[in-house]
């Protein structure tokens, strides 16, 4: 995909991500993203850019010097203006000036920092969206369907549903909540399975061992079929969870309260095991604790989180049972206070 922007679009971009947008200017950037799915991917890919290098929270953080000299340079190759070198250092850029100097370091980290998509241009027009670590993975499909990708999940989907069929496919993990349409059933493909619904919300995993794939069903209803081998098909209703592997499906009440808590950012421990408490905290943040005395995942711990920073967390944790954090090459380890 490329997406041309002029130079007005990346300045509001700056000016967005600095949180000095006026509402108008702000009404005028979400028009524009909302415009097709092609603006809403490459608005995502840009904020993630703008989280990588910490510049969200405060414009004074940016050193300019090197935008400035890029935007010097294309102003004097436009020959627009003439700018006067020796006096760069004791230059004041104007409020527009370093907009459109951020503006045009957020091209360049476009170009160099990872993306959260990728587009694959093709006769059925299908896209591939794969989804980044830290980064709002929401996207909603041309029916209405909107979608919630785990991390490092891809899902395939067409630019537009055809006249019969609503058809995707998931990589990975992503909750789905599917506009209803009883003409035309939304099917999603994971693994050897195939899940049929005509408009409710649910999680699907297909990220479990030995390709097993897991249905959550919030509301509506389900209809899991395994197509590898002997083709079995079963309904799954609110409140259940399905997994489905190579020979069988087992269907049961969901037991885990944080099944979707990567989503809801809502976490619920009643009495869990510090080892359940570290798996599902690891999980909702994508992070990687553990602890340097196994005595530590006995304990039984009970909370409730709501849009938390994992630093805050983890410091209820250490005030409830006396412990410290090291956190230290991405690992972030519980240890006993020493008596």
């Given at each position: ?6 130079t007005?679009?990346?300045?509001l971009?700056a000016k967005?991500?600095a ?6 200017e702000?009404?005028e ?7 097709n799915?092609e603006?809403e991917?490459f608005f995502?890919?840009?904020q ?6 910490n510049?969200k929270n405060t ?10 000299d890029?935007l010097?340079?294309?102003i004097?190759?436009?020959?627009k203006?003439?700018i ?6 004791i ?6 000036m370093?907009?459109a100097?951020l503006?045009?370091?957020l091209?360049?980290?476009?170009v160099?920092t990872?993306?959260i998509?990728?587009i694959?241009n ?5 896209i591939?969206?794969?989804?980044v670590?830290?980064a709002?993975?929401?996207l909603?499909l041309s029916?209405g369907?909107?979608v919630?990708?785990y991390p ?5 989907y067409p630019k537009?549903?055809t006249?019969?069929e609503?058809k995707?496919?998931l990589d ?9 349409n ?20 649910f999680?699907?995993n297909?990220?479990l ?8 069903v919030e509301s509506g209803?389900?209809q899991v079929?395994k197509?590898?081998?002997e083709?079995?098909?079963?309904l799954?209703y609110?409140?259940d969870?399905?997994?489905i ?7 049961a009440?969901?037991?885990?309260e944080?099944i ?6 809502q ?5 869990d095991t ?7 905290l690891?999980?909702?943040?994508k992070s990687?604790i553990?602890?340097?005395d196994?005595s530590i995942?006995d304990l039984?711990?009970t909370s409730t989180?709501k849009?938390q920073?994992?630093n805050?967390?983890?410091?209820v ?8 954090l090291n956190?230290?090459n991405?690992e972030?380890?519980l240890?006993?206070n020493s008596?």
């Amino acid at each position: 995909m490329k997406t041309e922007l002029n130079t007005e679009k990346w300045d509001l971009l700056a000016k967005y991500f600095a949180k000095e947008c006026s509402d108008n200017e702000k009404d005028e950037l979400m028009s524009w993203v909302n415009e097709n799915i092609e603006n809403e991917i490459f608005f995502f890919e840009t904020q993630k850019n703008w989280e990588i290098l910490n510049l969200k929270n405060t414009m004074k953080e940016v050193n300019v010097d090197n935008a400035w000299d890029k935007l010097k340079n294309r102003i004097e190759q436009d020959k627009k203006f003439v700018i006067n070198t020796e006096k760069r250092n004791i230059f004041r850029l104007s409020a527009y000036m370093k907009y459109a100097a951020l503006g045009l370091l957020l091209v360049g980290l476009t170009v160099i920092t990872n993306k959260i998509y990728r587009i694959i241009n093709s006769n059925n027009n299908q896209i591939e969206y794969f989804a980044v670590n830290d980064a709002k993975n929401e996207l909603t499909l041309s029916d209405g369907t909107r979608v919630s990708l785990y991390p490092n999940s891809k899902l395939f989907y067409p630019k537009n549903f055809t006249a019969n069929e609503r058809k995707v496919k998931l990589d990975g993990e992503a909750y789905f909540d599917v506009t209803k349409n009883p003409d035309k059933p939304f099917i999603i493909e994971a693994q050897n399975t195939e899940i049929k619904v005509l408009g409710t919300s649910f999680n699907v995993n297909s990220n479990l061992n030995n390709k097993q794939v897991e249905v959550f069903v919030e509301s509506g209803l389900v209809q899991v079929t395994k197509k590898n081998g002997e083709e079995q098909s079963v309904l799954i209703y609110p409140g259940d969870i399905a997994t489905i592997s190579k020979n069988r499906i087992n269907q049961a009440k969901n037991s885990n309260e944080n099944i979707i808590a990567w989503k809801t950012k809502q976490i619920i421990f009643k009495e869990d095991t510090m080892k359940n408490v570290i798996t599902t905290l690891n999980k909702v943040y994508k992070s990687n604790i553990t602890c340097n005395d196994t005595s530590i995942l006995d304990l039984r711990f009970t909370s409730t989180f709501k849009n938390q920073e994992l630093n805050s967390v983890l410091e209820v944790i250490c005030l409830a049972f006396d412990l410290k954090l090291n956190d230290e090459n991405n690992e972030i380890v519980l240890i006993k206070n020493s008596i």
